[in-house]
């Protein structure tokens, strides 16, 4: 299986980043992970509502250009739908199992994602109603990412 996670924004701290290569290395038994990091765009705190959507205009456009036509695309969205770990695991394995064996998941800007970005969602997946930074919302996603190919492979893990 194929994985890929679009992020907007380098990550910066090396914790991070640390956290990320650690679950890239646990993945690669599972599956070939992708990471494609798309620069933010500037936005200051003070643009309008007019402004901030054509900042996401943009990033979603850069995100576009990275997604296969032929991938099962799911967006990280605050008003996604809520899944456990076994669901998102079942998930995945049922897209497998359906022969989607190309997985794309997307990470928006700290202003979120485009209309276009989220109309080109096969699935809209929400961890939280809560707002995380996406640095931290990467390594949460390939943690739960990790968890289910080992629920999947029948293999322990802690709950």
Known sequence: MKITVISVGKIKEKFF????KEYTK???????????????ERADDNYSDKE??????LEGQKILKKVKDS??????????????SVELADKIN?????GNSDITFIIGGSNGLSDEAIKRADFKLSFSKMTFPHQLFKV???E????AFKIIANESYHK
């Open 17 to 20: 980043s640390e956290a990320i």
């Open 26 to 40: 646990r993945l690669s038994k599972f599956c070939t992970l992708t990471e494609e990091i798309i620069q933010d």
């Open 52 to 57: 901030i959507e054509q900042v996401k205009y």
């Open 71 to 84: 991938s099962f695309v799911i967006t990280l969205c605050i008003d996604g739908k809520q899944l456990s």
């Open 94 to 98: 049922q897209l497998a199992i359906n």
């Open 140 to 142: 949460i996603l390939l």
């Open 144 to 147: 739960q990412i990790y968890r």
